[in-house]
């Protein structure tokens, strides 16, 4: 057993049937910043995402390819893997809801609730939309119409096995109140509240219409219902119930990042299915917002979409990573454009801190023969503002990450970076020089020098392909190494006499756009677009 604390993460798993979008690589990115930013703070992450894959949708796209549902769903999933790591994605684990593991899980998990009492048999009749696999009342359509995707659901009559949901309802809300922490943000934890103060019924956790899917326990011409099954995907991924030494090691699970979209599922049903299996429930499920693209919503049949690998072959990962949750507070919905993109590029990553990276570099090759100088006694009331700002850092940077605040941390990080632009200015070492204030310019350089180890290892999270490219520039002997907090956030650790390794430009100014040179692509979506 670590002697470490585990910190088990998940996303929402990918509905397999289409490729994933710019909203699946803002959670995925976001998440991966977490996961991360654990690591570097020495804790034992366990990291998952993976892929959706059992579905009429899924299956009636695979017929319409000519295919198997299993090939198509094994090319969907490589699909998903490629874009992920493309994107800097450092999952530990990438499950799939066709893998026996799981079926054996979601097997598992319907025996319990059958011994339980919670699973009875009638005749489900409703309305229910094909895109996001789920029943609707008339009360919750939107002028007749699905109220995530807009079409208009079809009624479905046939005899499925249901899940005593309503019986969970005082225990659910119970478990909310007294643990505020636990559905995150507080709008979606009212939402929840008054969801269940207005009545909950018993969900239907079976089909008999299609065949692509886990054979539900006890009756073979059932399967499992796609949400029933998907959600034990954070049990199953980390060894329930075939490893149970492992399971018990990380389960519970930290935090599910999921999209708001789906709270119901995670903060209703999801806790449901544990407390009728008796397993703990995991400790927080934070519904992010969701991202629009020009103020619209993201939507595959309104050519509304983005690839998020297009942004990275024109932009790089990093700066993608950065900008897409620099701009967003993550709690809230969100916006991108490619304008707003090279807007942010060259006025964060151009401007401030290539700037401040370029000019320090170039004045230490000028003055300091290209070697980190000692830390020489400076100027009290001008040079702690930096020294201080660092010491500071740490605290709120670690809260804000801890409450997935991620547009927050990186906000407090910029105020350093601009803080120090400014002190060049206030303390002009080129007119020290001039005046033969030698001690004077070591002690100014060796302070934004230090200023921009620090912004390297902080940035980690966000940008992991940028800090070993500044320590390298810094002169750092190992790079590549994860940086490790927060022993790595004090102030003064830059080993003076370490020769810089200047290189070019980290971020060269790029010029905006116009509408026909955009590289947006009008590719299909996955499950959050319709």
Request: charged share 25%; hydrophobic share 40%.
């Given at each position: 057993?670590?002697?470490?604390?585990?910190?088990?993460?998940?996303?929402?798993?990918?509905?397999?049937?289409?490729?994933?979008?710019?909203?699946?690589?803002?959670?995925?990115?976001?998440?991966?910043?977490?996961?991360?930013?654990?690591?570097?703070?020495?804790?034992?992450?366990?990291?998952?995402?993976?892929?959706?894959?059992?579905?009429?949708?899924?299956?009636?796209?695979?017929?319409?390819?000519?295919?198997?549902?299993?090939?198509?769903?094994?090319?969907?999933?490589?699909?998903?893997?490629?874009?992920?790591?493309?994107?800097?994605?450092?999952?530990?684990?990438?499950?799939?809801?066709?893998?026996?593991?799981?079926?054996?899980?979601?097997?598992?998990?319907?025996?319990?609730?059958?011994?339980?009492?919670?699973?009875?048999?009638?005749?489900?009749?409703?309305?229910?939309?094909?895109?996001?696999?789920?029943?609707?009342?008339?009360?919750?359509?939107?002028?007749?119409?699905?109220?995530?995707?807009?079409?208009?659901?079809?009624?479905?009559?046939?005899?499925?096995?249901?899940?005593?949901?309503?019986?969970?309802?005082?225990?659910?809300?119970?478990?909310?109140?007294?643990?505020?922490?636990?559905?995150?943000?507080?709008?979606?934890?009212?939402?929840?509240?008054?969801?269940?103060?207005?009545?909950?019924?018993?969900?239907?956790?079976?089909?008999?219409?299609?065949?692509?899917?886990?054979?539900?326990?006890?009756?073979?011409?059932?399967?499992?219902?796609?949400?029933?099954?998907?959600?034990?995907?954070?049990?199953?991924?980390?060894?329930?119930?075939?490893?149970?030494?492992?399971?018990?090691?990380?389960?519970?699970?930290?935090?599910?990042?999921?999209?708001?979209?789906?709270?119901?599922f995670h903060c209703l049903i999801w806790p449901a299915m544990l407390m009728s299996a008796k397993l703990p429930l995991p400790r927080q499920i934070f519904?992010?917002?969701?991202?629009?693209?020009?103020?619209?919503?993201?939507?595959?049949?309104?050519?509304?979409?983005?690839?998020?690998?297009?942004?990275?072959?024109?932009?790089?990962?990093?700066?993608?990573?950065?900008?897409?949750?620099?701009?967003?507070?993550?709690?809230?919905?969100?916006?991108?454009?490619?304008?707003?993109?090279?807007?942010?590029?060259?006025?964060?990553?151009?401007?401030?801190?290539?700037?401040?990276?370029?000019?320090?570099?170039?004045?230490?090759?000028?003055y300091c023969a290209g070697q980190v100088p000692a830390l020489a006694a400076g100027d009290p009331a001008q040079d702690r503002v930096l020294a201080d700002?660092a010491a500071a850092l740490f605290p709120d940077f670690d809260q804000s990450m801890n409450q997935l605040n991620f547009s927050q941390a990186l906000a407090?990080?910029?105020?350093?970076?601009?803080?120090?632009?400014?002190?060049?200015?206030?303390?002009?070492?080129?007119?020290?020089?001039?005046?033969?204030?030698?001690?004077?310019?070591?002690?100014?350089?060796?302070?934004?020098?230090?200023?921009?180890?620090?912004?390297?290892?902080?940035?980690?999270?966000?940008?992991?392909?940028?800090?070993?490219?500044?320590?390298?520039?810094?002169?750092?002997?190992?790079?590549?190494?994860?940086?490790?907090?927060?022993?790595?956030?004090?102030?003064?650790?830059?080993?003076?006499?370490?020769?810089?390794?200047?290189?070019?430009?980290?971020?060269?100014?790029?010029?905006?756009?116009?509408?026909?040179?955009?590289?947006?692509?009008?590719?299909?979506?996955?499950?959050?677009?319709?």
């Open positions: 057993m670590s002697s470490q604390q585990q910190f088990y993460i998940t996303t929402a798993i990918t509905y397999a049937n289409a490729t994933p979008h710019i909203g699946h690589a803002y959670e995925e990115i976001a998440t991966d910043a977490l996961a991360r930013w654990k690591r570097m703070n020495g804790w034992d992450v366990q990291f998952v995402t993976g892929s959706d894959e059992h579905s009429a949708n899924v299956e009636a796209r695979a017929e319409a390819l000519q295919t198997t549902p299993a090939e198509y769903c094994q090319h969907m999933a490589d699909i998903f893997e490629k874009t992920w790591k493309a994107l800097g994605v450092s999952y530990d684990r990438f499950i799939r809801t066709s893998e026996p593991i799981h079926h054996a899980a979601a097997q598992e998990m319907v025996r319990r609730a059958q011994a339980n009492g919670d699973v009875y048999q009638g005749r489900y009749e409703g309305w229910y939309c094909n895109s996001c696999e789920n029943y609707y009342m008339e009360t919750d359509l939107q002028q007749g119409l699905c109220p995530i995707h807009g079409i208009k659901p079809r009624w479905l009559a046939e005899q499925n096995y249901f899940f005593r949901l309503s019986a969970y309802a005082e225990a659910l809300q119970r478990h909310i109140e007294t643990h505020p922490e636990f559905i995150r943000p507080e709008t979606r934890r009212n939402e929840v509240l008054n969801i269940i103060k207005s009545g909950l019924k018993d969900i239907s956790i079976s089909r008999a219409s299609s065949r692509w899917g886990i054979p539900f326990p006890g009756d073979e011409k059932s399967i499992i219902y796609v949400w029933f099954d998907a959600l034990i995907n954070y049990l199953s991924a980390v060894g329930f119930p075939w490893d149970l030494p492992r399971f018990e090691r990380y389960w519970p699970a930290a935090v599910h990042v999921i999209g708001k979209d789906i709270t119901r519904g992010h917002g969701f991202i629009y693209l020009k103020g619209e919503k993201i939507s595959k049949t309104r050519g509304n979409v983005l690839d998020p690998l297009d942004m990275v072959k024109e932009y790089g990962v990093d700066p993608f990573r950065y900008v897409l949750l620099a701009a967003n507070a993550f709690a809230g919905d969100g916006d991108f454009s490619e304008e707003g993109m090279v807007e942010r590029y060259n006025s964060d990553l151009a401007n401030d801190m290539g700037n401040l990276l370029n000019r320090t570099l170039t004045m230490v090759e000028k700002m407090r990080l910029w105020d350093i970076i601009k803080r120090a632009n400014k002190y060049i200015e206030e303390s002009a070492p080129w007119a020290c020089c001039k005046r033969q204030e030698m001690n004077r310019v070591h002690a100014i350089l060796y302070n934004l020098l230090e200023v921009l180890r620090l912004v390297a290892v902080y940035l980690y999270p966000f940008m992991p392909f940028t800090t070993p490219r500044i320590l390298e520039q810094l002169g750092d002997a190992q790079p590549q190494r994860v940086p490790i907090f927060p022993r790595e956030a004090a102030w003064g650790l830059l080993p003076a006499g370490q020769v810089i390794a200047k290189a070019g430009p980290l971020f060269p100014r790029r010029e905006k756009k116009t509408s026909a040179e955009s590289v947006d692509k009008k590719a299909a979506s996955g499950d959050a677009a319709d």
